[in-house]
Nanobody
């Protein structure tokens, strides 16, 4: 069983930065794909960024150039450096693990965290 726990969300002003993290425990592998998703009130969930075991990444177009996803396999931790934040980035952010392909548009992500709130004003 895999558990994911997010932290590091918060409230910031526009153009500020945050760096949420996700601690992963359990039966994990550095080969797994890891990703960040978000869901704003009244909207569907959308993939934000994903990173494979080989370090390859892909991003939602709206965050390209502002957000950076990274992972520390030795610490089983996933990060999302969020810069130049905009009010439209306000959402609950979730981390997830997928066994297999590694694109934010892939379905059937296997494990999910409980989320961390990001609010930009």
């Amino acid at each position: 069983h895999v558990q994911l726990v997010e932290s590091g969300g918060g409230s910031v002003q526009a153009r500020g930065s945050l760096r949420p993290s996700c601690a992963v425990s359990g039966d994990t592998s550095s080969r797994y794909c890891m990703g960040w998703f978000r869901q704003a009130p009244g909207q569907g969930r959308e993939g934000v960024a994903a990173i494979g075991g080989d370090g390859s990444t892909n991003y939602l177009e709206d965050v390209q150039g502002r957000f950076i996803i990274s992972r520390e396999n030795g610490k089983n931790t996933l990060y999302l450096q969020m810069n130049s934040l905009e009010p439209e980035d306000t959402a609950m952010y979730y981390c997830a693990v997928r066994v297999g392909g590694c694109r934010i548009y892939d379905d059937d992500w296997n494990y999910w965290g409980q989320g961390t709130q990001v609010t930009v004003s």
